[in-house]
């Protein structure tokens, strides 16, 4: 079974600095009937404006990916971290006991955008932990690049959580097939251009919930660029 989130019915923050599209219940979005898609709990469509950014803050007991689509992000945290990422670069910030950090966009005259990704860890008080992975685009160009993963999967990121995340950047007319286990879902994010998600069109910021359904296929209608999150269904 396939749900489209159409990007207009989407919830739109805007803060000055901060333009976001949320794709659940967050901050001052309160909706109790879109609080999560499995253990998926907050994705944020985020566009930070030049030379701002979110101050040090806490977190607690969440797996926190970011996804740069463009821009770039400068990361600080209590553990001592410092890092600057760009484009198609991934974040990871498990912060089971408790830790601080601050995510700016530091750049003079360009804007940030990236996808803010909160999964739920399997239990609480897990170790603190942060990482980043520098993937070129050839890695993702008309291909799945598995950028996370759990503890026993693959990927150069993982996830406490039985989780994965997927991103692709296909060339018009390009297709790619995932085979979906049993007891499996998917929630699908079109990050820039228009697909085909098994028959059913999507535009740039749209998502797919996924469930029931033993496949996924994707074919770009223009040079697509889009992301994946496959869990346990619930």
Do not use: C
């Not at 926190?64 to 198609?88: A, C, F, P, Q, W």
């Not at 390009?174 to 929630?187: D, P, S, V, W």
């Amino acid at each position: 079974m396939l749900k489209k989130i159409d990007k207009e019915k989407m919830f739109l923050s805007d803060q000055g600095w901060l333009q976001s599209r949320f794709h659940f219940s967050f901050a001052e979005y309160r909706d109790y009937d879109n609080m999560n898609f499995g253990v998926l709990r907050v994705l944020n469509d985020d566009i930070v404006h030049p030379q701002s950014g979110f101050g040090m803050h806490p977190h607690r007991d969440m797996e926190i990916i970011s996804y740069v689509v463009d821009g770039e992000i400068t990361h600080k945290d209590s553990m001592g971290n410092e890092r600057t990422l760009k484009r198609g670069e991934v974040q990871y910030m498990s912060a089971g006991e408790g830790v601080y950090h601050s995510e700016y966009n530091n750049h003079k005259t360009d804007d940030l955008r990236l996808l803010q990704i909160w999964i739920m860890p399997p239990r609480k008080g897990l170790p603190t932990i942060y990482g980043d992975v520098s993937y070129k685009e050839e890695e993702r160009k008309n291909r799945l690049l598995h950028i996370v993963s759990d503890e026993e999967g693959d990927a150069k990121v993982k996830l406490h959580q039985d989780a994965n995340i997927y991103v692709s950047e296909l060339d018009a007319g390009k297709e790619i097939r995932f085979a979906i286990g049993n007891g499996r879902q998917i929630y699908f994010v079109q990050i820039e251009g228009e697909s085909e998600v098994n028959g059913l069109h999507v535009k740039r910021s749209d998502a797919v919930k996924i469930t029931d359904e033993k496949s996924l296929h994707v074919k770009a209608v223009n040079d697509s660029h889009f992301l994946f999150i496959e869990m346990k269904a619930v």
